[in-house]
Each structure stands twice: as C-alpha cells, then as structure tokens.
C-alpha cells in the first residue's frame, strides 16, 4: 500500500534475502534442499541439532519468503521476476508430516514437551496453513493436539502466549484464554514483566527461574488480538476464537492488512457493528458465514464463494452487520 516503502525498503531486503536462499539451496531431482538445517534449540547444541534435510522451521520460512518475493515483486510490476520467485517456491518439498502432524524435521515427529513452537510456524505466525481449508484442517488439528499430549513441563512463560496464538488460530477460543491466563498468572512479575520461569513453584512447568524476555508480553497482547481479528491470505475475519461463553463481545481500531481499520461488535453472537476505514484504495475481503449488509442501507455486500467483500477508497468508511 505504501509504495515509497515498498520501493525503498520492503522490495530490496525482501529481494536480497530471497536471491541468498535461492543460491544456498541446491536442486535434487526438481526440489530445493538446504546444505544444513536446524529447528531452534530443538537438541540444544548438540552435533544432532543439525540436519541434512528442512527442519519445517527453515522450510516454512522459505515459503514465505518466495511468497513474499513473489508479492512484492508483482506490486514493483516485474511480472517475470514474480514468476521465478514463484517457481523456486514450488520447488521447496513438502512439509515433513505424520499422524501426529507437522514433525520437527523428515521422520522426526515432536517426541518431548519443547519450549519453542517453531516446526508449526506454518500455522502460526506465517499463516501459510489455514484451518478454513478442509485440505490443511486436519493437519492443523493433529498438530495442536499432539502438543496437547506432550504437556508443558519444558515450556517457559513464552510458550503459553505462543500456543494461545495457535489455538487461536485453530479457531480454539476456550484452549487459547487458558494458555492467556496460564502466562499471566505465573510467568509475569509483579511489573507485568513477563519472567520465563513459572513463579508458583513450577505449577505448570520446570523452569522456575527468573530471565525477563519481552517477547512473551508481546506474544501474550497479540493472543488477545488473535482473539478478536485476523488478516490472512488475503482476508479477515472478525470474532474467530472467541469461546462459547463470550456471545458478547467488541473492540475498536484494530489495523488489518490492506491498510484497513476496523471496530466490531458482537451481541448474542451476531455482528450488530463492523466498521471499516480505508487508508489507501482496496477491497476488505471478509470470511463470514452469516450474509453481512450495509446499516444505512440494508444492501447485502457482494461475495466470491466463502468470501464477502467491499470495495473502498482512501478515507471512506462503511458500517455493517450481520442479516
């Protein structure tokens, strides 16, 4: 949206960034592979944190960073540059997967509670899997709930804010706030400054030390955004993890992607108010199962299959809610 900043910034680092991994990479029977890969902490420093094979950490951030090239170099109008991007991401092999999910690394499923949630960033923060697709649902599903399994006895305070950012994006409202109220009630001091050990004597985990890292207030804000509303390939959706018993509900100015700014409120489960502000040119593209229409005029906004959507310019607003 900010073209002096894709121009100026976000193009050069992203293309940088993006030629050094194309060029470490090594082509072996039509897919790109790492010389070594790593999934962090995971072994600690061991010689076997290292692998001759992705980790899904390193791969899902090779995803997204051919995506992101892809992106950015289709918005600098180089339709050719995008297309080569494009094909060093397919290119990339398949995330390493079994029934328990996403594995730390190819035949290496998760065996131990793990402080880090990096093999599912794919999930979460990078969004490149998402549970309104039936196809990665389930994969999704059985990642979360093999974690569930493995219990949090290695887990520091961060953990807790991640996971709720994961169960939030699985559409688990109810296992999200407990992780939310687990980092605030035992991983803060009484400054609210999140201390990685858990400070009630080790209720929820072994570490009872005290390292500050900001990290996981951070995590923890973002949890609640999670909560309330998320952009995501490409759409937002408003209310997707909220628990069964929180019919009611609303926050105010929260920024989506796409340069949008959005209020909502929710009464008895319905969207009574949904108010979007454009800062540049574009089109809110919303996942909502109910019909959503425009207050002042009663007219249903258009949609594309699971999508509705509404088209604005700079600085106009729109007032909806639900039919």
């Known amino acids: 949206m900010d073209k002096t900043f894709l121009k100026e ?12 991994l194309k060029n470490i990479t090594t082509l072996k029977n039509e897919r790109r592979y790492l010389p070594l890969s790593s999934s962090p902490e995971y072994n600690d420093n061991s010689v076997s944190a290292w692998f001759d094979n992705w980790t ?16 950015v170099s289709t918005a600098m109008g180089k339709p050719q540059e995008a297309e080569n991007w494009l094909k060093c991401k397919a290119q990339l092999p398949h995330y390493a997967t079994d029934e328990t999910g996403l594995q730390v690394a190819v035949n290496l499923p998760m065996k131990h509670s793990h402080r880090h949630m990096s093999p599912y960033m794919a999930i979460y923060p990078l969004d490149l899997l998402d549970i309104n697709n039936p196809q990665e649902k389930e994969l999704i599903e059985s990642s979360l709930d093999h974690i569930k399994k493995l219990g949090t006895r290695a887990w520091v305070g961060y953990s807790f804010a991640w996971m709720a950012c994961l169960h939030a994006r699985a559409k688990q409202g109810k296992e999200a706030v407990t992780n939310l109220r687990k980092f605030a009630q035992n991983f803060c001091s009484s400054n609210s400054f999140h201390l990685n050990g858990d400070q009630k004597g080790g209720q929820y985990s072994d570490f009872t030390y005290r390292p500050f890292t900001l990290e996981g207030n951070f995590a923890f804000a973002q949890g609640i955004h999670e909560l309330l509303i998320q952009s995501k390939n490409n759409y937002v959706e408003v209310f997707p993890a909220l628990p069964a018993e929180w019919a009611t509900a609303s926050f105010k100015n929260l920024r989506t992607m796409g340069g949008f700014i959005v209020s909502a409120e929710k009464k008895e489960n319905k969207i009574v108010l949904l108010k979007i502000t454009a800062t540049e040119d574009g089109t809110f ?39």
């Open 56 to 71: 899904n950490f390193d791969l899902s951030l090779a995803h997204f960073l051919f995506q992101a090239a892809t992106e």
């Open 285 to 323: 593209r919303i996942f909502e199962p109910k019909a959503l229409m425009h207050i002042s005029t009663k007219k249903l906004i258009q949609r594309d299959n699971t999508i509705q959507y509404v088209k604005l310019k700079k600085g106009q607003t729109v007032n909806l809610c639900s039919l």
């Open 9 to 20: 910034q976000a193009y050069p680092y992203i293309m940088e960034s993006a030629t050094y």
